[in-house]
Every structure is written in structure tokens, then in C-alpha cells.
């Protein structure tokens, strides 16, 4: 039986990339409107360079691009490029088909749901309460609570804490099976890949269920069976 159930956020229940990249697109737009030399298709490269570098999350990623550009921080154009970037983002942050009816079903049934992130978690909260999600989740783990990221041990172990459940009895879903997946098999959980938010080009995922449909979750809870039915 599983009676709860782990989600990751971005490339799980929100298309993160694709918010990523129209957000990317749009503060090197309104950098190079406030002065920033260079052509669009390179800059936004290089900001995606530095990205793959530092962190996806990097809080300070137009700073580190107006330095190697300018040699300096030229206030004008990052508050173009930040500007332009919140615009976007709020514009095209969405979620994946049927994640709400998915949580919905999942609640119904009985089951519990937590988020663990990698991102900060005021990013994570606000894309949760933005979205709309916030009436699923209670809690949100991040690796703010614990100084450390998936795949260590801590943050599903506080999970569990949390749902009150056995690691055999909680599900993990998420996109990224070096991080997601192998942490929570690492502390016994059962797994599931969000192949249709894969980034990577996986051909292996090591979980033992993989996802073409969010909703296919609610299948897997019905057929092992469900704590409401129980």
C-alpha cells in the first residue's frame, strides 16, 4: 500500500524549463534595451553557461554576466534584465496536464503529499501558492532545512518524519533519477521517474515505475492500493 506520496516541483508538476527559458529570453532583451552589448542568441547562452555551472536557482546570475561583460555591475541594465525576467516568469510558470486533478485524486484516496526541492524555499512556496497548489501541500522540504541536496539522505528522512509513514509505504516522483530518484532509494522509498519532464536525455531511470502522464500516479496508488480503500 502507499499511503503518501514525495513530489519534486520543477520538471514535475511545474514545466520549469520552459518558464526558465522564456524568462532567460526576456531579461537578456530588456539588458540589451538598457545598454548591454553583445547579440541576443549569445548572451543568452552564456547566461545559461553560467547556470549549468552555479545552480539552475543562481540568485545572483545577471550580476556574475554584467561582471564577465563589464568588469562591473551596471545597475541600469540588471534592473532591466530582472524586471523583464519577473515579467516572463509570471507569465509562464504553468503546471503539466492534469496535475491538479492528479493531487485532487490522490487526497481523495487518502493519500498524503509533501514537496522536497533543491530550490529556495520561498521560490518553492511561491510557485506552490501561485499555482494554486496550496490547498495539497503542507509542508515543503528544500535544502535550505538541512545545508545539503538531493541525493543526501536528510531531507527524505524528514519526510517521512513528517508523513508519519514507512519508506515502502511512501512513493517518490520526480524528474532528475540522479537526485530524486537515488536519494529516495537510498533511504528505501519506492520510486517513480517523471519521464515526461526529463532534461537530461535519460535512458535509464533505476526507478521502478516511469511516468509518460502525472496521472498515472493515481494508478500505481489504486492498484497497490489505496488508503482510502483500505
Sequence with gaps: MIKAVVFDIDNTLTDFMKMKRAAVDAAVEGMMDAGLPGGKDALVQEVFDVYWKEGIEDQKIFDKILKA?????????????????RRAKNGSMT????????????????VK????????????????VGLGLHHYFDDVITSEDFGV???????????????????????????????????AKGVGMRTAWAKYGDTFGTKESGAEFELDDIH?????VRREGAVAAA
Design 69 to 85: 561583460k563589464l568588469g562591473r555591475v551596471d545597475y541600469k541594465i540588471l534592473a532591466g534584465g530582472i524586471l523583464a525576467y
Design 113 to 128: 503529499l509533501i514537496v522536497i526541492s533543491d530550490a529556495p524555499k520561498l521560490e518553492v512556496w511561491l510557485r506552490i
Design 95 to 110: 503546471l503539466y496536464p492534469r496535475v491538479h486533478q492528479t493531487l485532487f485524486e490522490l487526497v481523495k484516496l487518502g
Design 216 to 220: 498515472e500516479v493515481v494508478d500505481i
Design 149 to 183: 541536496k538531493k541525493p543526501d539522505p536528510k531531507p527524505y528522512r524528514r519526510a517521512l518524519e513528517i508523513l508519519g509513514t514507512k519508506p515502502e509505504e511512501t512513493l517518490m516522483v520526480g524528474d532528475w533519477p540522479d537526485r530524486d530518484i537515488k536519494g
